[in-house]
């Protein structure tokens, strides 16, 4: 003991060990931003004409995944896990889109704050119904899924409805320099503006404590309950964006959800989440997300059948996972 | 001397507790002082945790008030136990691993500056504050843990089991600051099975029997026999008499052992710890709760592995890697809870039939013919009440051991570890598995009985070791190990027990150095 405490002391001294301790920590990101990066140049080495237009229709099409997966790393850090996301998400956007469509500008502001409202409501009737019934959150949240799914197609039959245009350019094209797309600084502001906050404060270390060890939690003076509703209330708050993007992206509703709830447990795992919950951060499942993208659209380029590449996807899942258990082992032994 | 009610810093009184038609606690009370270390006793089952939970908040009591300052409150959590003035720091480590130190911290709101003053008190000078609570050694977590509780500076600080498996130098520190807080308008509630800390820190003890307190002592020099006294209560009647052929039967000199248990380390919890079970006995293994007879049994079992020491089965030296090796070796488990080794929505045949149909046949179809003749004579063998054959969770507590018995007896048992097996049981069933137990070894067989009913000690054993603090301190044989006797040793407290001569030199001799070695670890 005494021995390590003094080598982290003394890296605390010293910046260059310091970024050492840095990378240490968060050597997963670290490792999937790399990944990332080879990815990039091999989809430029088979694709030379690879560049703005391909960069930013990555960073729109990523958005609403991006988001979900924000949700389900929040929820699962704390030991939880939400399978009604894509359906809050299609929930959120057919009401967001059935309400603006014909209407003013300013009327789509209203909206959007009412849509996040209700993303709240639903987390918090997810969460309510976890804490209070003491049913698992897995079947909880799976039957719910089947209810918010109903809903949707209760508001809107078929795909339809509008968007405001100001939502819909909020997401399109770039700023400051054409290299930045707008959604990847949506993205950035979102999570900045809503988790890092909640990451700080005492709320964020009792979602991992609950997730980490729900007794020494309790025991540490922690509500349980109350944080699991929050962690819920914030997963239905990031489903509400996530399906106010992809109704920013293609200006209608579509009431049937997408494939969105297992592909963010999968980009949660990715991304360095522990399900068994009190680990990871939201940065990982982001990067896995827009790494799952991105090899979808390689293989697509490739002209790889898209069953294929289907099975590519989980292939890798499983290996990088494997991958990381196998290092996390070895430095237990070591 | 007299105290009135406001002068008290927490008073308890009346509390009650049941569930279901389980009594945990029937009329406990506890009055702690301004500045007094006050011990909590109580042997296993008086009802201790019970009262511990309730005063944290974990658990609603039935009845009784709880006040601090002579002002009653309702504890509905440990964080309002801790609003209102009382922190505990438990046995295990309420860090979450998963944060930093600094954010756990943050957690409990602790300050920092006087939660490294006390770090240092307690003599843990290099902790780096970012390191993770996963990747700090247990010793030093509670040490960090009861910083962080004096750091808070609460009215009672309630320490269970604080001193359970740490090093020698950090419980000397942990008593040296306990002690440094009487006097002051702060106390402590000190919960410990070793008496000598008791008789070095605390003021007075409460003492817990049968979910009622029964006595509060001053402890001074001696204090201990009057704490043990009152914790055995009246001299409680026998069960029953003596199942026949019971008990105190000589070991034919020259005997190979079945089992030889030498030097067994584990951890912090089980050091050095030697003994013999020969075929044909029953040997009861005594212990307060946490002294490493978990570890133990694990152990034997297969499911742990010793860091130190050898194991030999029939006077060749074994290692298990597996269960099944041990199982392989003849070395069979039943546990204290049944649903460790059940599947409780099988039928009670499945059960029975499982470990053993591997051993008829390991591929093709499963002999049902054969395994059904067997099942049938163990299920006969056992008396168990099959009306609820088709579900095990469906069968009463005892009907469900004697499923777990079952399944060894029909394999043709060797060796049979029993861990607590009566635990919860009702007593007609508890006789009949101890008459089973005894006939296993009237056949041959080597049975090694952990049991935290001293009283079923005479019922079934032919002679218990006694182990403290991870050591096997004593060896008692059947006719001397009434409860007082046992009592006396699982505390480590000098007994005037009768040994047989040929065993009495060794005893004493192993006795003295294990007490030696303990008060060393003590000091």
Known sequence: ?334 | MTVTGTDLLLEATGVSKTYGAVVALKSASLAVRPGEVHALMGANGAGKSTLVKILTGAVHPDTGTIAVRGRERVVHSPAEARRGGLVSVYQEPALIPDLDIRSNLRLTETPIEPFRHWLRELGLVDLDLSSMARRVPLASLRIIDLARALAIEPDVLMLDEMTAALPANLTEKVLEVVGRLRGGDRSVIFISHRLIEIAAVCDRATVLREGETVGVVDVTEGSEERIVELMLGQAVEALSAQPEGAAGRQIPAGATPRLTVRGLSHGTKLHDASFELYPGEVLGVVALEGQGQDELFNILAGSERPSEGELLVDGSPVSFRHPADAIRAGLVYVAADRAEALLMQRSVRENIALPFTTRIRSWGPIDLSGERKRVDTAIATLQIDTRARGEVRRLSGGNQQKVTIARWVAGGVRTMLCFDPTRGIDIRTKSQIYVLLRDLAASGAAVLLYTSELKEVQLACDRAIVIFGGRVVAEIAVEDADEPALLRAAYNLRSDARMPEHLAAEAVAEADAAAEAAAEADR
């Open chain 1, 1 to 334: 003991m005494s021995a390590a405490a003094a080598a982290v002391d003394d890296a605390r001294a010293r910046p260059a060990d310091a970024a050492m301790a840095f990378v240490r920590r968060n050597g997963w990101t670290l490792g999937l931003l790399a990944f990332l990066a080879v990815l990039l140049v091999y989809t430029r080495a088979i694709q030379p004409t690879y560049g703005v237009t391909g960069i930013q229709g990555l960073a729109i099409s990523v958005l609403p995944l991006a988001l979900a997966s924000v949700g389900q790393a929040i929820v699962v850090i704390s030991g939880g896990i939400d399978l009604s996301i894509g359906s809050m998400m299609a929930l959120t956007s057919v009401v967001a889109a059935s309400q603006m469509k014909g209407q003013g500008e300013e009327f789509g502001v209203g909206i959007v704050i009412a849509v996040l409202a209700l993303g709240l409501l639903l987390g918090a009737i997810n969460g309510s119904l976890v804490v209070l019934t003491r049913v698992p959150d897995i079947v909880v949240t799976l039957a719910m899924s089947f209810v918010w799914a109903g809903c949707a197609l209760l508001v809107l039959k078929t795909p339809g409805g509008g968007a405001a245009v100001w939502l819909k350019e909020l997401v399109k094209g770039s700023l400051v320099n054409e290299w930045v797309p707008k959604a990847a600084i949506a993205l950035v502001i979102i999570v900045a503006v809503i988790w890092l906050p909640v990451q700080r404060s005492r709320l964020g270390l009792s979602l991992y404590a609950i997730g980490s060890n729900q007794l020494a939690a309790f025991r540490s003076g922690v509500s349980v309950g109350r944080t699991k509703l929050a962690s819920y209330m914030l997963t239905g708050l990031f489903a509400a964006l996530a399906g106010l993007s992809l109704t920013a992206n293609t200006g209608i509703g579509t009431p049937v959800p997408g494939p969105y709830t297992l592909t963010s447990v999968a980009a949660v795992v990715l991304g360095g989440v522990s399900l068994a919950g009190g680990r990871g951060g939201v940065a990982g499942p982001i990067v896995a997300v827009v790494i799952l993208q991105l090899l979808r659209s390689d293989m697509t380029f490739l002209n790889v059948n898209t069953n294929l590449a289907t099975v590519a996807n989980g292939v890798i899942l499983i290996g990088v996972v494997m991958f990381g258990s196998l290092i996390q082992m070895r430095r237990a032994r070591a």
